[in-house]
């Protein structure tokens, strides 16, 4: 127990999933990420928080934006970053993952950031390992950092995100980025709506705390901002979709039916975005509307505050400790 009884420690050895974060939470990492976000607009960028430490970015998936920002974020921070992706990885000549994870922690890293396609991917890194891990995206289950980075990129232009209404347009059954989404913006007390043709939303869409649409006029009614998802075009080809272009017209957003939401509605896009498919290039090219671009700049600075929370934990903790505190959690 702590000296200070109202002192609060981030408790989280990992950052897996959106489940488990509480406000309190979420408030620390919103903090940090201001500060960071601050200091990134100036020359000198860099801190030393994470100085003698090590980051393993280990993607088995394609990635621009997340890759990107965790390799920034953890050189501003003074790591050292490593970067791994599948296509270079002994992977290819038939060692399994559980191999894998076991030679990469051999080497003493204190930080993972795994983006893999199979859910589950991250906590199997995790587990295995013992150290320090953040999901950055594992199949269709969770990208808990695009979720925090996004409610960041809205908390700093309304305040806060309770009470707004927020529509998730799209290929919800295949989106880790919806599914964070939606578990995020309700802890955080906001209205969501999703959207979008019956073939490309879960079964269980009524259990999620959500509202549910087909028609986007319908959905876009009264909202505050709509994000809108990447059409997975390899959906098109097993019957999921009848074709791109039927998509586009009735689920693709530009200026026209962005006139049923509210006047001032802004629009999100996780990328990378398939332009005049789910979005007009027009719309996401609006400077006025479209928070595309600030999603990405606010991914470094919410990167940069999970990264040192988790870091917090890093130097100080065993392996065995590690997965002690694990079972203990469990
Ligand atoms: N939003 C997102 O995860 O983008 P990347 O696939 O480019 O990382």
Same mark, same amino acid.
């Given at each position: 127990m702590s000296a200070d009884p109202y002192a609060y420690t981030f408790p989280h050895s990992d950052l897996l999933s959106v489940g488990g974060l509480n406000p309190i939470d979420l408030q620390m990492i919103f903090t940090r990420a201001e500060e960071h976000f601050a200091r990134n607009q100036g020359e000198d960028?860099?801190?030393?928080?994470?100085?003698?430490?090590?980051?393993?970015?280990?993607?088995?998936?394609?990635?621009?934006?997340?890759?990107?920002?965790?390799?920034?974020?953890?050189?501003?921070?003074?790591? !050292?970053?490593?970067?791994?992706?599948?296509?270079? @990885?002994?992977?290819?000549?038939?060692?399994?993952?559980?191999?894998?994870? +076991?030679?990469?922690?051999?080497?003493?890293? !204190?930080? +993972?950031?795994?983006? *893999?396609?199979?859910a589950g991917a991250a906590r199997f890194f995790a587990q295995t390992t013992g150290i320090a891990t953040v999901n950055a995206g594992d199949g269709a289950h969770e990208h808990p950092t695009q979720a925090l980075l996004d409610s960041f990129t809205l908390i700093q232009r309304w305040g806060d995100v309770a009470g707004r209404r927020i529509a998730i347009v799209g290929d919800i059954l295949h989106s880790r980025v919806a599914r964070s989404n939606i578990a995020l913006l309700n802890l955080m007390h906001a209205e969501v709506r999703v959207c979008g043709p019956a073939t490309l939303l879960p079964g269980d869409i009524d259990q999620w705390g959500v509202s549910v649409f087909h028609d986007l006029d319908q959905a876009l009614e009264g909202c505050d901002a709509v994000m809108t998802l990447r059409i997975q075009r390899e959906r098109m080809s097993n019957g999921l979709l009848a074709s791109e272009r039927e998509y586009g017209a009735l &689920?693709?957003?530009? *200026?026209?039916?962005?006139?049923? @939401?509210?006047?001032?509605?802004?629009?999100? *896009?996780? =990328?990378?975005?398939?332009?005049?498919?789910?979005?007009?290039?027009?719309?996401? !090219?609006?400077?006025?509307?479209?928070?595309? +671009?600030?999603?990405?700049?606010? =991914?470094?600075?919410?990167?940069?505050?999970? +990264?040192?929370?988790?870091?917090?934990?890093?130097?100080?903790?065993?392996?065995?400790?590690?997965?002690? &505190?694990?079972? =203990? !959690?469990?």
């Open positions: 960028k860099k801190l030393g928080t994470l100085k003698g430490l090590t980051q393993i970015n280990l993607f088995f998936e394609a990635s621009t934006r997340t890759l990107a920002s965790f390799e920034l974020a953890g050189k501003r921070l003074g790591a !050292d970053v490593v970067n791994f992706s599948a296509g270079n @990885a002994s992977i290819k000549k038939g060692e399994s993952l559980a191999d894998t994870a +076991l030679t990469l922690a051999a080497m003493k890293p !204190d930080l +993972l950031v795994v983006r *893999h396609g199979s &689920y693709g957003l530009n *200026h026209q039916r962005l006139e049923h @939401a509210k006047p001032d509605c802004l629009i999100m *896009h996780p =990328g990378p975005m398939n332009r005049n498919v789910e979005i007009s290039s027009a719309l996401a !090219d609006d400077p006025d509307i479209s928070l595309i +671009l600030d999603q990405v700049e606010s =991914g470094v600075a919410v990167r940069m505050a999970i +990264l040192e929370l988790l870091a917090q934990k890093a130097p100080s903790m065993t392996w065995q400790d590690r997965v002690n &505190y694990r079972e =203990g !959690d469990a």
